[in-house]
């Protein structure tokens, strides 16, 4: 069972039963922090290794893609970090946060049965809500890629009136999904142990080893959408991902266009 600390400070849980990627069996547990991010990028600095994980029972200042805000109440949701230390080149890395993505979205359902659709780069939904996001961050020595933190939030057991009202209506959660209150141990340990299988794929295939998996989950290929991008705004219709995770979209003059980063939105 997960166990947390009753204490502030970075206190390592030896006994819990979770595995961490790769083998990794450093495991912070908090009842409240600031954001699994920050505490993973100082154990990250502390030189604490790869698959290190740092959970959360609540956030106050989670943060998701673009500077917003992550809604992190206490017991409603998990707020998780993984410190990785890829042997690789930097411009690979926005296939971490796809493949994550797809074992996510595998981890909802094998671990209870919900059926989530990625949304690229970073969120996964049900019904057009938004069920789970991930945030991932490097820090960087030049071009020397020294860690990469990988943090997901995952919408609980949260009811409706959880939310925020500026969000309400685009939120959900586990619970409201199947009805039921869902069993944290079970998503985190299916999710962690589809990572770690994952992450050995990507370091030797790149993105190619789950881009046919995230095509079957993603809710978006064959649609049309809009990316705002580097201040300029592209239409057109999704046709996959690259070897890197770029978004690939045609656009109105038959143009393939790859997308790094940008704010994406479904048309009609």
């Given at each position: 069972?997960?166990?947390?600390?009753?204490?502030?400070?970075?206190e390592?849980?030896?006994?819990?039963?979770i595995?961490?990627?790769?083998?990794?069996?450093?495991?912070?547990?908090?009842r409240?922090?600031?954001?699994?991010?920050?505490?993973?990028?100082?154990?990250?600095?502390?030189?604490?290794?790869?698959?290190?994980?740092?959970?959360?029972?609540?956030?106050?200042m989670g943060?998701?893609?673009l500077?917003?805000?992550?809604?992190?109440?206490?017991?409603?949701g998990?707020?998780?970090?993984?410190?990785?230390?890829?042997d690789?080149?930097?411009?690979?890395?926005?296939?971490?946060?796809?493949?994550?993505?797809?074992c996510?979205?595998?981890?909802?359902?094998?671990?209870?049965?919900?059926?989530?659709?990625?949304?690229?780069?970073?969120?996964?939904?049900?019904?057009g809500?938004k069920?789970?996001?991930i945030?991932?961050?490097?820090?960087?020595?030049?071009?020397?890629?020294?860690?990469?933190?990988?943090?997901?939030g995952?919408?609980?057991?949260?009811?409706?009136?959880?939310?925020?009202?500026?969000?309400?209506s685009r939120?959900t959660?586990?619970?409201m999904?199947?009805?039921?209150?869902?069993?944290?141990?079970?998503?985190?340990?299916?999710?962690?142990?589809?990572?770690?299988?994952?992450?050995?794929e990507?370091?030797?295939?790149?993105?190619?080893?789950?881009?046919?998996?995230?095509?079957?989950?993603?809710?978006?290929?064959?649609?049309?959408?809009?990316?705002?991008?580097?201040?300029?705004?592209?239409?057109?219709?999704?046709?996959?991902?690259?070897?890197?995770?770029?978004?690939?979209?045609?656009?109105?003059?038959?143009?393939?266009?790859?997308?790094?980063?940008?704010?994406?939105?479904?048309?009609?």
């Amino acid at each position: 069972m997960l166990c947390a600390s009753d204490e502030q400070n970075l206190e390592e849980m030896d006994t819990s039963p979770i595995k961490s990627c790769r083998g990794g069996r450093h495991l912070f547990h908090f009842r409240e922090t600031d954001s699994t991010s920050n505490r993973a990028h100082e154990l990250a600095r502390k030189g604490y290794p790869e698959g290190t994980v740092v959970l959360a029972d609540s956030q106050t200042m989670g943060r998701g893609q673009l500077g917003r805000s992550w809604h992190s109440p206490q017991g409603k949701g998990i707020y998780l970090s993984l410190i990785l230390r890829p042997d690789t080149n930097p411009a690979r890395m926005p296939g971490i946060t796809l493949m994550t993505a797809v074992c996510l979205a595998e981890a909802f359902t094998d671990a209870c049965g919900v059926i989530a659709s990625i949304k690229w780069p970073n969120d996964l939904l049900v019904r057009g809500r938004k069920l789970s996001g991930i945030l991932t961050e490097m820090a960087l020595t030049g071009d020397i890629l020294d860690y990469v933190i990988v943090g997901v939030g995952i919408n609980l057991s949260h009811g409706e009136d959880d939310f925020p009202e500026e969000i309400r209506s685009r939120s959900t959660s586990i619970m409201m999904e199947t009805g039921t209150l869902p069993d944290r141990e079970s998503i985190v340990g299916s999710f962690l142990g589809r990572f770690e299988r994952a992450y050995r794929e990507f370091l030797e295939k790149g993105s190619d080893s789950f881009a046919e998996r995230w095509k079957s989950l993603s809710g978006m290929v064959g649609k049309t959408v809009t990316v705002e991008s580097a201040g300029a705004v592209i239409e057109g219709t999704v046709s996959g991902i690259d070897e890197i995770g770029a978004l690939l979209v045609r656009d109105r003059d038959g143009r393939d266009r790859r997308i790094l980063s940008g704010q994406v939105s479904l048309v009609g």
